[in-house]
């Protein structure tokens, strides 16, 4: 349990930083931003591969 809490501090951390840095996360190329009139609808598709392939690879790890 220790260790799941250090990895996901180091995981927060390490995403703030990018954030901080100015890399796009959230608006990737392959991420979808659909208008008609007043609605507006959101598919982070690309988004979404990346943050699984991320979690794939870090429970895997995990698990060892």
Same mark, same amino acid.
């Given at each position: 349990?220790?260790?799941?809490?250090?990895?996901?501090g180091?995981?927060?951390?390490? !995403? !703030?930083?990018?954030?901080m840095? !100015?890399v796009?996360? !959230?608006?990737?190329?392959?991420d979808?931003?659909?208008?008609?009139?007043?609605?507006?609808?959101?598919?982070?598709?690309?988004?979404c591969?990346?943050?699984?392939?991320?979690?794939?690879?870090?429970l895997?790890?995990?698990?060892?």
């Amino acid at each position: 349990m220790a260790r799941l809490l250090i990895v996901v501090g180091l995981l927060l951390a390490a !995403g !703030g930083a990018l954030l901080m840095a !100015g890399v796009p996360l !959230g608006r990737l190329p392959g991420d979808l931003v659909l208008r008609r009139g007043n609605v507006t609808l959101h598919l982070p598709l690309a988004t979404c591969a990346l943050a699984s392939i991320v979690l794939t690879l870090l429970l895997a790890f995990l698990r060892r």
